[in-house]
């Protein structure tokens, strides 16, 4: 359990410093030539052309630049098999993975990059750099550049928060332990029954799996992924509020291009998801309308914008969200809550019915 707390709050760590890197100037040709001083906290995207080892460095449109990958955070975001961004998806088909800067040299050159932090000036060049405040964030990638911040953002969570780093030497330890008691108090009658039972729970991790408790087992795995599910969501629903100026639904970008949302009782009909991604799914029942984020014209009030468009800055979010985000992100939160909260209960008695099953049974033959 203290594994999955530390595993769950990792990923979140991981969500919100690259949510806060999306606020961060993207790195140009333009930005490189004027920086000065102690430089700043910049992103960049390109492809992976090369590295040593210790230094990798990556092309973008006009410009390349290394990046030291010393005490950097380095992850691999995986590509769906469809390719795109589906109204509802599989959290599985998207599992970041935290690698080792050692195994980046074993990645196809023009492999897409991501990477955020801190540009400073080392060995007679302005370069990418790590500090104990502020580690480095690479992502390596597949697909358009668009869909990453979407992607990085749901995905990024464990994948089974019951099985992590702590899982294997928790299982080793509790089951030596029991097994010591067992040992202890087995050969001694006036305590049978408690080296019986230290005996049996030797073999707790594999209660929810033994029959008939693997049923309820089935029920919270299912639970747990539609919790997982709609946290992704919440997450989503909230992607755009970063770009706000507080109470509007408008602000600018770092590029100075106007964003906001547009609210419509209705998309388009014939408007197709490739050309505006739907963000979240709409809810049952729920026929509140749409807010659709992206790129405004200038010359135009909020309430007389047309559809958005797609924003110059490729992480700042282009979508459409069912009905006002905040209110979509709480109702997310409290159903996940409940899911969760319904799940671990289905847990509990698939370890309750497995134990109570084994119970009767070494009743009947002792």
């Given at each position: 359990m203290a594994g999955g707390f530390v595993s769950r709050h990792s990923w979140r760590v991981f969500r919100r410093r690259f949510d806060a890197l999306c606020l961060t100037p993207l790195m140009d040709y333009g930005t490189y030539r004027h920086l000065a001083g102690e430089g700043g906290t910049y992103r960049f995207m390109g492809g992976f052309e090369s590295t040593d080892g210790h230094t990798l460095w990556i092309r973008g449109a006009t410009l390349t630049i290394p990046v030291n990958l010393t005490g950097a955070k380095t992850y691999m975001l995986p590509m769906t098999e469809r390719g795109e961004l589906p109204e509802s998806f599989d959290p599985s088909e998207e599992v970041p993975e935290q690698i080792r800067f050692d195994q980046i040299a074993a990645l196809a050159e023009g492999a897409q990059v991501f990477v955020g932090g801190l540009v400073a000036f080392r060995e007679e060049r302005w370069t990418f750099v790590s500090t104990a405040e502020q580690p480095l964030m690479l992502i390596f990638y597949d697909g358009p550049e668009r869909t990453l911040?979407?992607?990085?953002?749901?995905?990024?969570?464990?994948?089974?928060?019951?099985?992590?780093?702590?899982?294997?030497?928790?299982?080793?330890?509790?089951?030596?332990?029991?097994?010591?008691?067992?040992?202890?108090?087995?050969?001694?009658?006036?305590?049978?029954?408690?080296?019986?039972?230290?005996?049996?729970?030797?073999?707790?991790?594999?209660?929810?799996?033994?029959?008939?408790?693997?049923?309820?087992?089935?029920?919270?795995?299912?639970?747990?992924?539609?919790?997982?599910?709609?946290?992704?969501?919440?997450?989503?629903?909230?992607?755009?509020?970063?770009?706000?100026?507080?109470?509007?639904?408008?602000?600018?970008?770092?590029?100075?291009?106007?964003?906001?949302?547009?609210?419509?009782?209705?998309?388009?009909?014939?408007?197709?998801?490739?050309?505006?991604?739907?963000?979240?799914?709409?809810?049952?029942?729920?026929?509140?309308?749409?807010?659709?984020?992206?790129?405004?014209?200038?010359?135009?009030?909020?309430?007389?914008?047309?559809?958005?468009?797609?924003?110059?800055?490729?992480?700042?979010?282009?979508?459409?969200?069912?009905?006002?985000?905040?209110?979509?992100?709480?109702?997310?939160?409290?159903?996940?809550?409940?899911?969760?909260?319904?799940?671990?209960?289905?847990?509990?008695?698939?370890?309750?019915?497995?134990?109570?099953?084994?119970?009767?049974?070494?009743?009947?033959?002792?």
């Open positions: 911040a979407i992607r990085a953002i749901r995905a990024g969570r464990h994948k089974n928060e019951f099985w992590n780093f702590l899982t294997p030497y928790a299982f080793i330890l509790g089951a030596f332990g029991e097994i010591l008691v067992a040992a202890t108090y087995l050969p001694r009658p006036a305590f049978r029954w408690t080296g019986i039972v230290a005996f049996i729970f030797v073999f707790t991790p594999l209660f929810p799996l033994i029959p008939p408790g693997i049923v309820c087992t089935v029920i919270y795995r299912r639970l747990w992924w539609r919790a997982r599910l709609l946290r992704s969501y919440r997450d989503l629903a909230r992607l755009p509020l970063k770009y706000l100026s507080p109470g509007t639904r408008e602000g600018r970008l770092l590029q100075g291009e106007r964003y906001g949302g547009v609210f419509f009782p209705a998309l388009p009909p014939d408007l197709d998801e490739a050309a505006l991604p739907r963000l979240v799914p709409e809810p049952e029942g729920d026929k509140s309308g749409w807010y659709v984020f992206g790129s405004l014209l200038e010359e135009l009030p909020l309430e007389a914008s047309p559809l958005p468009r797609e924003p110059q800055d490729p992480c700042a979010t282009f979508g459409a969200i069912p009905g006002d985000p905040e209110k979509l992100a709480r109702w997310f939160t409290v159903k996940a809550y409940i899911l969760e909260i319904i799940a671990c209960l289905f847990l509990g008695v698939a370890v309750g019915i497995t134990l109570t099953f084994i119970g009767l049974i070494v009743l009947m033959l002792v």
